[in-house]
């Protein structure tokens, strides 16, 4: 089946715009998760949802950042007044419902292809 | 706050050596993933472990992990090219069968290897 979409897969802008990326999960998939990951490191945590309520969302680094997933599918991750350190690629990943049997019960995340942001 | 620390950070292998990656973390967690990434790709999920004691092996690669000693290994055997990539492992703070959700990765170790 499919596996989760990002869009765009590029984004270009400048400093001070707003962007929006968007996360398709897999069909399904209740737990969203959006990530950012900087040139050479691991990704970070920035959002988790279930459903359609953000259940943790420690890891946003400031309020410049928002995301939002009305209907319990697609999520839009929201910058606002973007900065040159915003440049990284974004991560969405999605994983079953608890209490799925099996080891996806156990919150194994399936990644999209990322969204790379530049900020100039 | 949870740390997860891999290494070595880069690790330069000739085809058909043997070598170990190690993952280390700081808080209790009895669940780790490791995940695969290729330039300019996405991370491609490689082995859930889900108990100390765990081991799960799929071709030249093989997964342990030591609950007690807060301890992930990635066990490379008689490397092939096909194996460069950066790897990941990834700690879901987690206890008594609850998962929080959030995945804390290490930095990565980039592997590549040499005919």
């Known amino acids: 089946g499919a596996g989760v979409s990002q869009t765009p897969s590029n984004k270009v802008t400048e400093k001070g715009k707003y962007v929006e990326l968007r996360c398709d999960p897999i069909?399904?998939?209740?737990?969203l998760y959006w990530y950012r990951q900087s040139l050479g490191q691991g990704p970070e945590f920035l959002i988790y949802?279930?459903?359609?309520?953000?259940?943790?969302d420690s890891g946003l680094p400031n309020d410049r950042f928002f995301a939002v997933r009305p209907e319990g599918s697609v999520s839009t991750l929201k910058i606002q007044r973007t900065e040159r350190g915003d440049s990284a690629v974004y991560l969405c990943?999605?994983?079953?419902?608890?209490?799925?049997?099996?080891?996806?019960?156990?919150?194994?995340?399936?990644f999209g292809p990322g969204t790379r942001l530049t900020v100039l | 706050e949870l740390k997860v620390e891999q290494n070595p950070l880069f690790l330069s292998m000739q085809e058909g050596k043997n070598y170990t990656i190690y993952c280390n973390y700081s808080?209790?967690?009895?669940?780790l993933y490791w995940y695969r990434q290729d330039p300019g790709k996405s991370l491609e999920s490689l082995f859930v472990?889900?108990?100390?004691?765990a081991v799960k092996q799929e071709g030249r690669l093989m997964a342990s992990l030591d609950t007690k000693a807060r301890l992930s290994t990635l066990h490379i055997t008689a490397a092939v090219h096909d194996l460069s990539a950066t790897y990941f492992c990834?700690?879901?703070?987690?206890?008594?069968?609850?998962?929080?959700?959030?995945?804390?990765f290490g930095q990565g170790t980039i592997l590549t290897v040499h005919p």
């Open positions: 990943a999605s994983s079953r419902p608890k209490g799925t049997s099996g080891r996806s019960s156990y919150n194994e995340q399936f």
């Open positions: 069909s399904g998939h209740t737990a």
């Open positions: 949802f279930q459903g359609t309520g953000a259940a943790d």
């Open positions: 808080t209790t967690s009895d669940r």
């Open positions: 472990l889900l108990s100390n004691g």
């Open positions: 990834a700690v879901d703070k987690s206890a008594g069968g609850t998962s929080y959700g959030k995945l804390t």
